[in-house]
């Protein structure tokens, strides 16, 4: 037997069945496997549940301690169980989707399959790597990819385990492959046209790259799906994976993340301010809270309940004023992508305009381009055909050669801004109406010449 054969490797498992395959996968392979399930979820016990109840009737309307037992030690240390419990609450009901199946479905599958099961709790991890950023990128007025750093988090916590357990490998049910070139380690999309998790794996070191193993990554999801169903009769179906994916996606956009500001940001940085329409200046209505709003938001709402503007979308929110703006979709479009932190894999020869596909974390779209690498490390993604919409500021955007099954991966980079050129100029979307003022100008100024002006 060979030695890479018997090399131990530790498995995320998370109860779905892309996870539980590979493990199948690996073991028959004949490596010693471990699974390991990372728990985001603090569990509220009936006890929990109980105690809130009955310290609720203690205290005042409002929910603080009555003045008479202002004082009281029992009653200041019963208040801090009181609203861990009930923060812990409202966590695990925003974030549920992001949580993974019930550890007794996840302890069963590594029975079935044969291999030892341990579970690790990272429940302050994901508030600090992932809720916070969630919420100050949100704040800020930047868009946020949560699910790139709930992977990467993954990632270092799986790594963090290598020691401990005398592992040598790490490995996931990841759609995406690994490959070495020229002693650097790059991504190249899976053999399944549906699927590319290449920029989850985005953040990863090199070091985690050369001990990463993603065995599904040279299958079909219809290929996993059969032998997924020789490891467990369990409802972790393809369909419920697919929902809880889209269901994260949109977490970024739920109201409900307003209730858990008051605890990241103090009352002096909420904005109270108006809604612009961006194109004109003018005033759609007041709002409470900029923090309320996200980009990209079509269904918003102003203070006074103002209809908003029909067909379109909030495009730009300004943390340090508070004013928020909106666009008309029908002026929205764009034909370059600017971009920053470029990490290059050097796979291709980047010193001169290479056509390639650049494909967002954001919605999956993709799209065919020129790219093209500046010498202060940013870069200017020209788009073949100019696009309807708008690509926020934060978004990851990552580049391939081809847009096909085993593509390779050129590199990947954050948007700093995109829009579209007029006569040679570019201009950032959308357009202000101090620069649709200039621009009108400058195009009326051949005209003026041609009548005698």
Known sequence: MQKSKRERVIIGMDGGIDSAVTALLLKKQGYDCIGVNISFFERVTQEDEDFVTNFKTKLTPEGRIPDELADDEEMKEGLRRFEKIKWVRRINHIFKDWFCAPQEQIKDICRLIGIPFYVTNASSEFEDRVISLMLKSRFAGIWQNPSLDRATLIFDILNSKLEALKATKIATGHYCKVIANHGQFGLVRPNDPNENDCHLLSNLSQESLSRLLLPIADLNTSEVDRIGALVSANSFTRAKLKAKKKARAQTYQSDELCDLYPRYVAPKFIRESNIYDHSNDNVVGAHDAHFRYHLGQTHYKTKEGNPRVPDSQIV??????????IAKNKELEFERIVCHHFENFNVVDTAKPLECYGSLLSNGNTFKGTLYLLNNGNIFFDLEDKKNGIVFR????MFFLKD????????????YQSGHFVDGQ????PLSKREKEELEETQALPKKREIGF
Request: hydrophobic letters at 50%; charged letters at 15%.
């Open 404 to 415: 096909a099954p085993s593509a390779k991966a050129i590199g990947h980079a954050k948007v």
């Open 426 to 429: 570019f201009y950032m979307l």
């Open 394 to 397: 934060g978004d990851t955007i």
């Open 316 to 325: 730009v929110i300004s943390m340090s004023r508070g004013h928020i703006f």
